[in-house]
Nanobody, 125 residues
Framework: QMQLVESGGGLVQAGGSLRLSCAAS????????MAWFRQAPGKERDLIAA????????YYADSVKGRFIISRDNPENTVFLQMNSLKPEDTAVYYC??????????????????WGQGTQVTVSS
């Protein structure tokens, strides 16, 4: 089981940017697909971005496509989420997640079994 710790959340004005980081430990990082989910109050947790374990293929939900960028640094066991042009509707708790490469397709939310504790992102209008 991989341990994940997110950082980088906070309060930002609409139109601003934030960069989230997720440090992984406990397993071989490069064997895992990595993803970011978010959960707004009263809503379900949604997959918003994912990156595959080996070739760097990425997936983005329509709600963040063109504004958010997911990347990974395998030697540093870290995955990032660069969030640009933030909107009030991006306000949520953001979670980092990991899925072993031998499981479902990397853009399938159900494959993610390891989770961080979440970091709050608040976008003011």
């Amino acid at each position: 089981q991989m341990q994940l710790v997110e950082s980088g959340g906070g309060l930002v004005q609409a139109g601003g940017s934030l960069r989230l980081s997720c440090a992984a430990s406990g397993s071989t990082f490069s064997d895992y697909h990595m993803a970011w989910f978010r959960q707004a109050p009263g809503k379900e947790r949604d997959l918003i971005a994912a990156i595959s374990w080996t070739n760097g293929n990425t997936y983005y939900a329509d709600s963040v496509k063109g504004r958010f960028i997911i990347s990974r640094d395998n030697p540093e066991n870290t995955v990032f989420l660069q969030m640009n042009s933030l909107k009030p509707e991006d306000t949520a708790v953001y979670y980092c997640a990991a899925a072993y490469y031998g499981g479902p397709y990397f853009a399938k939310a159900g494959g993610y079994k390891s989770w961080g504790q979440g970091t709050q992102v608040t976008v003011s209008s």
